[in-house]
């Protein structure tokens, strides 16, 4: 059952929208504004769940999700795609890499619920 979940989005704006979000649906949330800090909150925090943008600077959320796949605390995390990259290119490459989900901005309540629900 998913209690805690991590949102990792370079956006204040989208991050604090998803938390609010998740709050109100009675989750667990932290924050992270890139990928290099969600791998560690994800290391520290071990969340039931993470909501990873694609498009951020320094690491993106492809390159975010590859590291956390590759250690051994961090595999088992569920990780949802919350984007605006709706190419499916894209949505080929998040299922590659192991990805639970994939959301497309903007997205619903409802949406990003489900997402959870699902894993």
Request: glycine share 8%; aromatic share 6%.
């Amino acid at each position: 059952m998913i209690r805690t979940v991590l949102v990792v989005d370079d956006s204040q704006v989208d991050r604090t929208h998803l938390e609010k979000l998740l709050a109100s649906a009675g989750y667990t949330v932290t924050c992270a504004a890139t990928g290099v800090e969600g791998i560690e909150k994800a290391r520290n925090g071990r969340p039931d769940a993470i909501l990873m943008d694609i498009n951020m600077p320094e690491m993106d959320g492809f390159a975010a999700t590859r590291a956390l796949r590759g250690d051994a605390s961090t595999k088992d995390i569920p990780v949802v795609f919350v984007t605006a990259k709706q190419q499916k290119a894209d949505r080929a490459w998040g299922q590659m890499l192991g990805a639970k989900g994939y959301v497309t901005k903007p997205y619903s309540k409802d949406q990003i619920l489900e997402q959870l629900k699902l894993i």
